[in-house]
């Protein structure tokens, strides 16, 4: 178990900073990881559904209005939910660093629930990249042109406009690629960071669980936050506790 101080110094020091999010950054603001368990958030996701079955595409063509209704309830739940102090801490350092021009904080985040666009860092400034998509954006699945139209309360899988494709959540379901893009980014920030911090994720979904051994292996000192102990192998770092509670003690903007 490492000290705060010591973590607080290296990001002090650090020139390139990546920041890789998972759910248990979001627990404390109520919202349900999917492995693990949270006081804050209880049951995970997952205990309940089959994520096969549900986050898949198989599972989506196989039962789209079950899945699609899984969406529902899932932005249903958690559309009052708000920032917690680690989305916080993150969004007011990246400010900071930005504002001083002495560091870069890159964030990844493998959450769909965009809480940390609402603390305030800023996607357009590609100051957070959302590996795994967004859950409140929905997408043609037939000619992937975005839908815009509002869905709330519609609880059966609405048909494109112009292809009369069917509409799906714009997420990254298992079994399918990550935007070319935004990988290329976030293979990009690991791997040309001098500070990793992985905070609030299992490390088991890959290709994100890669990105930190990609910043270990050019030499980045890995720093994980997580109450409980995860499958990372390379973490110099280890710093046991809740994200809201450790990451202002660690970033102090
Ligand atoms: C791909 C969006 C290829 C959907 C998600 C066998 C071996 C290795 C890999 C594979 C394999 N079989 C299949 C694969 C690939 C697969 C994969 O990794 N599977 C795993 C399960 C083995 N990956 C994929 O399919 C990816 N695509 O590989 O494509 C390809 C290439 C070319 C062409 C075609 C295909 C796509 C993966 C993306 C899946 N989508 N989400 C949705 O949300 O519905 S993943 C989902 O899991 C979420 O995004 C989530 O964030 C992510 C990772 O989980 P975590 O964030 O880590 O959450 P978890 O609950 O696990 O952990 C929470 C942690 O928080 C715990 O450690 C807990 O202790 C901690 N915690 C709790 N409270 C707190 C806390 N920490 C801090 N503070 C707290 N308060
Ligand atoms: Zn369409």
């Known amino acids: 178990m490492e000290s705060i101080e010591e973590v607080k110094t290296l990001i002090g020091k650090a020139k390139r900073v990546c920041v890789l999010t ?6 404390e603001s109520g919202i ?3 492995r693990g368990y949270s006081e804050e958030a209880g049951e995970s996701l997952w205990s309940q559904y089959d994520p096969q079955q549900l986050a898949s595409i198989e599972g989506f063509l196989r039962e789209p209005e079950m899945v699609w209704r899984w969406y529902q309830w899932r932005r249903q739940v958690n559309q009052d939910k708000q920032p917690n102090p680690a ?3 993150i969004a007011n350092w990246q400010k900071a660093a930005k504002n001083s021009g002495q560091q870069e904080v890159s964030l990844i985040t493998q959450n769909v629930d965009g809480l940390h666009q609402k603390a305030g860092s800023d996607p357009d400034q590609f100051s957070v990249i959302e590996i795994h998509g967004n859950i409140w954006q929905n997408h043609c699945l037939g000619c992937d042109k975005p839908y815009l139209e509002d869905v709330t309360g519609i609880q059966t899988v609405p048909t494109c406009q112009s292809c009369g494709g069917q509409i799906r959540p714009s997420v990254v379901w298992f079994g399918e690629a990550l935007d070319e893009t935004k990988w ?5 920030a690991a791997y040309c960071c001098d ?6 994720t299992s490390s088991q979904v890959y290709p994100a669980a890669g990105l930190m051994m990609l910043a270990k292996s050019q030499g980045a000192k890995v720093v994980e936050v997580n109450p409980e102990p995860t499958q990372s192998r390379v973490v110099d770092y280890q710093i046991r506790g ?8 660690l970033i102090d903007y």
């Open 22 to 27: 998972g759910a248990g950054v979001s627990a």
């Open 195 to 200: 500070l990793f911090l992985s905070i609030g």
């Open 32 to 34: 349900a990881t999917f």
């Open 184 to 188: 290329q980014v976030a293979e990009t």
């Open 87 to 89: 989305h916080t801490a």
């Open 242 to 249: 809740k994200a809201g509670e450790i990451l202002p003690k």
